[in-house]
């Protein structure tokens, strides 16, 4: 049977740094209540003439790299964001031609905060059909640029990054096999009203900033997170307790242990990068993942399990052996 192995990863941030002490220069809010609310301590903010795909091909470069692999083995590219260089062409393109790729195909996937688990479950797809044999995911976001900075309920939480992953399809026995064993997605747009973007070509001819009513997502969030892990333990007979590592979109140090004591994960078990990120939506979960690569925790073997809530809403979660 073909399957996706995870055969590399990488993240990259943009150099500036903006702190909650920066913050409150811009808004009237303060440190204390962002790292009590939220655990956030600061962000990365994209520079002028830094775009969506220059994060994006920075971290496709590592995770190659990390891969042993080479650019010119990729015939897939899935680039996961709400925040696009251009309306159009996607994002993908743009990073498959600054990356000098000329085989393959490349398209976006938009499903916000979800995006990643939705481009991870589709370049599975792919390579499971046998119609790519090595596939980059990437999620990728300059939300600063959709943020309204008069905003203190929303500006302080987003930041920019990117991060990705690479996938080669291997044989094997489903039982001996690592890599992605498999993905839960759902989505209702009965919710689209607390989580949106209120500007888009077709309703307003502009790009608009986002907008949420934060303590009725944050409301969903834990049910619906910890719903799709517990789905997806069932569908493949993983039990919590055979878990390593949770990844979480980080959204909220608050949201990503309140999962955890629901699903009685321990605390440790959770890797939490919110605090220096905040959240970067569709390239939150593969920043985390590759920090917690980098320094050790994530080894060869360990059973991952990512989760996710989005605008839309969409959530999912995805279990892979690293
Ligand atoms: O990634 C996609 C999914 N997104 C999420 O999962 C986000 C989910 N939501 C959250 O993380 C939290 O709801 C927030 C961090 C957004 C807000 O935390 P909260 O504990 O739900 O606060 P709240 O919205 O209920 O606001 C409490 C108070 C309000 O003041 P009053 O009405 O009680 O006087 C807000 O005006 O905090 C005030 N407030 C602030 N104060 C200082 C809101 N934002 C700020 C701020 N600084 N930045």
Redesign the pocket.
């Known amino acids: 049977m073909t399957y996706s192995r995870i055969a590399g990863i990488g993240s990259h941030l943009p150099d500036k740094v903006l702190t909650n002490k920066g913050m409150e220069a811009i ?4 440190d204390e ?2 790292r009590e ?2 655990g956030i301590t600061k962000r990365h903010i994209a520079a002028d003439g830094e775009y969506t795909s220059d994060l994006g091909v920075e971290a496709a470069r590592k995770a190659v790299k990390h891969s042993g692999m080479a650019l010119d083995d990729v015939d897939l590219i899935i680039v996961a964001t709400a925040t696009p260089d251009l309306t159009f062409p996607a994002t993908a393109t743009i990073v498959q031609h600054k990356l000098g790729i000329k085989k393959g195909f490349a398209f976006d996937v938009h499903a ?2 979800s995006g990643f688990l939705y481009a991870l479950a589709t370049a599975d797809s792919y390579i499971r059909t046998g119609q790519a044999k090595c596939a980059l995911v990437i999620g990728a976001e300059t939300f600063s640029r959709i943020l309204d900075w008069t905003d ?2 929303t500006c ?2 987003f930041g920019d990054g990117a991060g990705a992953m690479l996938l080669t399809a291997e044989e094997g026995d489903p039982e001996e096999f690592k890599g992605v064993l498999k993905t839960h997605l759902q989505s209702d747009g009965e919710f689209c009203d607390l ?1 949106y973007v209120d500007g888009g070509p077709s309703r307003t001819k502009t790009v608009g900033h986002l907008r ?1 009513q ?2 009725q ?2 409301r969903h ?1 834990v049910t619906k997170i910890s719903g799709a892990m517990t789905t997806l333990c069932e569908q493949t007979g993983v039990e919590i307790a055979d878990i390593d590592w949770v990844v979480p ?1 980080q ?2 140090q ?2 990503l242990l309140g999962v955890a004591k629901k699903l009685g994960i321990s605390v440790d078990q959770v890797v939490s990068t919110v605090a220096d990120h905040g ?1 970067t ?1 569709a390239a939150s979960i593969p920043l985390a993942f590759d920090a917690a690569v980098q320094d050790g925790r994530i080894k060869r073997g360990d059973t991952v399990l990512m989760e996710a ?3 839309g809403f969409t959530w999912g979660a995805a279990l892979a052996r690293y």
Do not use: Y
């Open positions: 808004v009237e809010t303060s209540w962002i609310r939220t916000v905060c203190r309920t302080v939480l989580l949420m934060g303590n997502v944050f969030a979109h959204a909220n608050r949201i959240n939506s809530l989005g605008g």
